[in-house]
């Protein structure tokens, strides 16, 4: 079963592939987007997408609940291979710590 953060970090991937990008004249081209929010009692949410001229892409994103955080970073290189990682910060469950965000949103 794929938790909520999973899913809305799929729905930013498949934004962002949506636009065409090239680069003309032999130049270097480079992309980057950051949005952060913040709510009562220590939530915040950051969101980040890089992309360079080459290809390689870069989508973050970062929930914390207090002295709790998650961040699920999936990068794709200009070959097409992709990683997630995903590294959490003083949380045992992790679909029932995005239940919680979404709550507290």
Known sequence: MMGAME????????????GGM?????????MSST????????????????????????????RRIGDRARRVTRQRMAGGDEETEDNSVNITDEEQFDREFKNLQ
């Open 35 to 62: 949005s952060f929010s913040m709510g009562p009692g220590g939530v915040t949410e950051v969101k980040r997408h890089v992309r360079d001229g080459s290809g390689r892409e870069e989508v973050m994103m970062e």
């Open 22 to 30: 090239g680069s003309g004249g032999g130049g270097s081209m480079m």
């Open 7 to 18: 899913q809305q970090m799929m729905a930013m991937d498949g934004m962002e592939q949506g």
